[in-house]
């Protein structure tokens, strides 16, 4: 094609026929910026092809991300139900409106026990340095952006702070007990010296802190 436009042009210089030259090489001009139009567009369309593919794959990440955490969440939730109940009966037999009944050194332990919150931010990391404008829904990557920077960290401050308060809480309890231990379905804490554990206001607080915080961490498990 160049070969013929060539021999074209030289034609036309030879005769001396400067209209049609002016003529020939404007419609050059005119298929080469064609040509390079159409070329830019191939290479958007194969660039835009190949974003929508790589959006897809970290989207498809993030989501199989989710599952396993939804899973550890609604395992923990189940847990931390738990733990307030018997962070109830731990309270109602401090303030002497509770027997002792036989689990109650399950109950005790119980009390003092919390979980792990697992969640991984890689998928979230690679979507930002893939571009979070690039993300073609609105409101996919308004979802993705309040969970990993406000949700998550707020729900990570909150579950932090109630492991601190289960670590002080039995610190402060160990001396009315003969021993514990935290096995996975239940452990043990067997109390020894019932009528000081009841005379201690200090420590009855700090189990009424720790079902407070844990109603806190239900409700947000919740919204």
């Known amino acids: 094609m160049l070969r013929i436009f060539a021999r074209l042009r030289r034609k036309l210089i030879i005769e001396g026929n400067v209209a049609k030259y002016l003529l020939y090489a404007g419609g050059e001009i005119v298929l080469i910026v064609l040509g390079i139009g159409i070329a830019f567009q191939l290479g958007n369309w194969k660039q835009n092809k190949q974003d929508q593919i790589l959006e897809r794959k970290l989207i498809a990440e993030i989501r199989s991300s989710l599952d396993l955490e939804l899973n550890d969440f609604i395992a923990n939730r189940t847990a931390h139900t738990k733990y307030l109940n018997q962070?109830?009966?731990?309270?109602?037999?401090?303030?002497?409106?509770?027997?002792?009944?036989?689990?109650?050194?399950?109950?005790?332990?119980?009390?003092?026990?919390?979980?792990?919150?697992?969640?991984?931010?890689?998928?979230?990391?690679?979507?930002?340095?893939?571009?979070?404008?690039?993300?073609?829904?609105?409101?996919?990557?308004?979802?993705?952006?309040?969970?990993?920077?406000?949700?998550?960290?707020?729900?990570?401050?909150?579950?932090?702070?109630?492991?601190?308060?289960?670590?002080?809480?039995?610190?402060?309890?160990?001396?009315?007990?003969?021993?514990?231990?935290?096995?996975?379905?239940?452990?043990?804490?067997?109390?020894?010296?019932?009528?000081?554990?009841?005379?201690?206001?200090?420590?009855?607080?700090?189990v009424k802190r720790l079902r407070r915080m844990n109603e806190l961490i239900l409700l947000s498990m919740e919204e």
């Open 87 to 206: 962070q109830i009966k731990t309270i109602q037999f401090i303030q002497g409106d509770l027997r002792l009944e036989d689990s109650a050194h399950i109950d005790f332990a119980q009390a003092h026990r919390s979980t792990s919150f697992l969640t991984s931010a890689a998928p979230f990391e690679s979507l930002k340095a893939f571009g979070l404008n690039r993300v073609s829904s609105d409101q996919i990557r308004r979802y993705i952006i309040y969970l990993y920077d406000i949700a998550y960290p707020e729900f990570e401050k909150l579950h932090s702070n109630y492991n601190a308060l289960c670590s002080n809480a039995l610190d402060v309890g160990l001396v009315y007990f003969d021993d514990w231990s935290f096995q996975e379905d239940q452990g043990s804490m067997q109390p020894v010296n019932i009528a000081a554990l009841q005379k201690d206001r200090a420590y009855l607080m700090m």
